[in-house]
């Protein structure tokens, strides 16, 4: 063995390692990832576009909303919704596995690797992954015509920037989970739920009573898809909204990843 | 030359208000077998973990390889191989992809893990189940997948916590045997057990623990020397008349243990006790003579047996 080898310096970026590892086991279910993230679109699109589309062209034009057609009018949240569950799933499942259910991250954390590395390795897979059905998804949505308007490209940056933000929370949120059948009852019934329907996804939020916006406010999909319609068919907000959108985002990304990196450095040390 | 890989001075963890180390001290040397004999809860995995640099200590001084645990964990596992007690293979991957991404994470390069996978499958006897996924392995593969993948990073210190626990007895002798090629081969094995037959075959020197603490140290054989008798005498007179019987029997021999099964009779020569039973007219249901071992020793210092 060469003397070079046996230095065994502590490798940078370690979490490039865990991303190339992660990303051979989630290849191992390509066929499910890639089932949901081009099935989701063409269902949601089938049923919710076309259908609520037709309803709301026939009634009120084919501009009635926001000055567009019902398609253009939901393909950013469409897309940030996609990212959002995208990078949840590609959180969650691993931080559970790698924790509880295989204790994988035990393993990983005997060799230089560190809570922090291994957090962020399970966070740019999630990323991989979200970028990759973000941009599946933008394409139904091209073959749907629901990116017509100039800069609807640009909805795809902003979904990420939401995956991104959600997939940091929640990573910190499974970090600390020890009762998962609560775990996946509290986030399934309680958050992305009501989130999906208070987040002025498939209507403008202002339409509803000012008590029940308030679920809009708090939730990143709502700012994400304000973000996506400003920035994809110049949809009316202030400059001070921008500016609170993104804030709101960023904060998320974080906050969740710091509260995730110190959470999982503890939770291995125990 | 011998050198020291590892020095534990006055080391303890606290668990709340529990001690689960009180204050031990050990020094391992390079290419000894080490090993850390107690029943369970003894303290033995906590002191392996703060060794591998993966728990922190509440006090005393650690020093691996020259470097402190608490502070430079990440140097100090880069020269570590470890198999947990637990198995923690991704087993959604297969036998040579687990190799594989485990020799990543210390950042060693393709070309160098390729070059290692053909020996460590051999090493392990998986050649057959190389592209096969880990959970349809056997217990047994599993575990010696879990060494030979500590050893893809060419470790300086291996460190083994419970290696044969819930192997049948072949899984645990084809283990021992790839255990003891790497002791010839003068690695420096650092492990905790429970079996006192494992610590006999793999441990150049020992400590025993207990609740915390450290009882004994030296090697096996000096320890049985020092703690107890050459041989042993087991008899039963049924699980009601042993206690009744124990009188008796401790005028025959140097020293006797009441077990609520049995009763064990500390000598020189067992054979002759047995003779000298019987001529004093006593009918133990079943006799046993054997060798003393380290689960005497344990029982000497204790009172208690390793495995209850």
Known sequence: MSAVEKKRPVPRFGALYVLEARMKSMLKFLWVISAIAILNPVLYLVSIGLGVGTLITNNIGPNGIDGVSYLVFIAPALLATSAIQGAMDEVIFPTL?????????????????????????????????????????????????????????????????????????????????????????????????????FSGTFYPLNTLPIGLQFFGWISPLWHATELGRFATYGHHISTTMVIVHVIFLLTMLVLGLIIAFRQYTKRLAK | MSENLIEVRGLTKKYGDFLAVDGIDFIVQKSESFGLLGPNGAGKSTTMRIIAATSQRTSGEVSVLGKDPEIQGPQIRAHLGVVPQQDNLDTQLTVTENLYIYGRYFGLSKKFINSKISDLLEFAQLEEKRDTKVEALSGGMKRRLTIARSLVSEPDILILDEPTTGLDPQARHILWDRLFRLKEDGITLLLTTHYMDEAEQLCDRLIVMDKGRIMAEGNPAALIKKYSTKEVLEVRFGSNRNAVMAPAMRELCERIEVLPDRILLYTENAETVLENIVAAGHHPNTSLVRRTSLEDVFLRLTGRSLIE
């Open chain 1, 97 to 197: 596995d790698g924790f509880k259910w295989a204790r994988i991250f035990y393993g990983i954390n005997s060799t230089p690797q560190t809570g922090s590395t291994i957090a962020a390795g399970v966070f740019l897979t999630a990323m991989v992954r979200t970028t990759l059905s973000v941009l599946a998804y933008s394409g139904i949505l091209y073959l749907f015509g629901a990116m017509d308007s100039p800069h609807s490209y640009l909805a795809i940056p902003i979904a990420i920037f939401a995956g991104a933000s959600f997939g940091a929370v929640m990573l910190a949120f499974a970090s600390h989970v020890n009762n998962e059948d609560m775990f996946f009852t509290i986030v399934g019934r309680f958050l992305i739920g009501p989130m999906f329907l």
